[in-house]
């Protein structure tokens, strides 16, 4: 038997593209916005929604049936509070600078939708090994947005990509710079992030029609 | 005057929806109405001003370096500090409770109209947005941190208010299909931080953008001009003189 049946592997990639979260679902856009100045906290913020949610989703998948329905909301908040304490130490200890950059988005996890959300829908109705899939694609999903986001930002906005300096040296006029080309400071302000994903959303959409919403 | 200048930064300079992308899940999904956002920006509103006050509290005799101090010399030396999101959390999700139980009781027709978004309130990144905000920054007492709370509430339900009347008129004009509905409130609400960001002048306090240099440098140039002007009116004189001398 196959690792993943067919089942297993479109829990994984229909995030992706056609049931994305942050694109088709609205869920999570905080984070997305406004850590996404830079590539580098893209691909942080994106690992550390991956290890909460997958994590996350395998624990209450596991607790499903004995937690009582009334106050499911306090057990995932506590649940998911406590993975994202973990995270955010890990950052304190081994990334300080960055998890200063990220500031208090880390925290704000805790209430990304995204991770209720599949708690929600997904967790508490699935097994744990689906639950796992389910919360790896998810985060997956959420970590693609980011990273184009960032990407396109980071590029756009300062020339770098991870802090390298990729279209040249501004200062000294090398590369793209000798052209005449200059930095587009509009990408770095926060609403840039926002007419990007407008853009993404836009491309997704024409793409695939059958997404198109009733105005 | 600190509490005014608070009032209108956080209204405005850091507007929850525009500068720091705060609550931005129900802001887009709640947006389509105005009598829903309205009500949705008063319990937001409502909560904010009442968990920020509350976890200035737990952050300052619990959770800082140092602020077991009360219960005596010996628990000084704590910092419980990485606790503060589970209790923060606690907090909200409790006064949100309330809220509800509040709401469906003295206006159902409002609590069905929320529907699933005021439990979401619980993990509407604003409400937990602000009570971080209210400890990395350090406000120092209880009477600004409410008016922290309230004031950035405010500006929450300002910018969904604003939001919802746009796209309630905006179902009369013709957007190109691919960008109806979610697309184009992202790029609209793009446009209105960019708008935003012009409050930023308002209150020029600590923070001074680096405009200083300009402005050094444009003295600089006039001291200059005037000396030259001097040196000039100086010759001229001097030519005077030298006239009045020779004749």
Known sequence: MALLSKKDTNLILDPLADNNPITIQVLGICSALAITAELKASVVMAISVLFVLGVGNVVISLLRNIIPAKIRIIVQLVVVAALVIIVDQVLKAFAYELSKTLSVFVGLIITNCIIMGRFEAFALGNGPWKSFLDGIGNALGYGVILVIVGFFRELLGSGTLFGFKVLGDPVAKTGLYALGYENNGFMIIPPAALIVVGIIIWVQRSKNRALIEEA | ?247
Not at chain 2, 102 to 125: Q, R
Not at chain 2, 126 to 135: P, R, V, W
């Open chain 2, 1 to 247: 005057m600190e509490h005014l200048e608070l009032f209108f930064k956080s209204i405005f300079i850091d507007n929850m929806v525009f500068s720091v992308f705060l609550g931005m899940c129900s802001y887009l999904a709640v947006s389509k109405k105005v009598s829903t956002a309205v009500g949705l920006g008063a319990a937001v509103i409502f909560v904010l001003g009442v968990t920020v006050p509350l976890n200035w509290l737990l952050d300052q005799y619990l959770l800082k370096d140092g602020a077991l101090a009360w219960m005596g010399p010996e628990y000084a030396d704590y910092d419980l500090g990485f606790l503060s999101f589970i209790l923060f959390i606690a907090t909200i999700a409790t006064m949100v409770q309330l809220v509800e139980i509040v709401v469906e009781k003295f206006s159902p027709a409002l609590y069905n109209s929320l529907g699933i978004f005021l439990p979401l309130i619980a993990v509407n990144c604003a409400i937990l947005g602000g009570s971080l905000f209210m400890q990395t920054r350090e406000i120092p007492n209880i009477g600004l941190a409410f008016n922290y709370g309230i004031s950035s509430g405010i500006g929450w339900f300002l910018a969904i208010l604003a939001i919802a009347a746009i796209r309630e008129k905006i179902r009369y004009s013709n957007v190109p299909a691919p960008l109806r509905g979610l697309g184009i409130t992202f790029i609209i609400t793009g446009l209105m931080g960019i708008g935003f960001q012009s409050f930023g002048g308002m209150l020029t306090g600590d923070n001074e953008p680096p405009e200083g240099t300009e402005t050094t440098t444009v003295k600089a140039e006039n001291k200059e001009e005037k000396e030259i002007k001097k040196e000039i009116e100086d010759k001229e004189k001097a030519v005077s003189y030298n006239e009045v001398i020779n004749k």
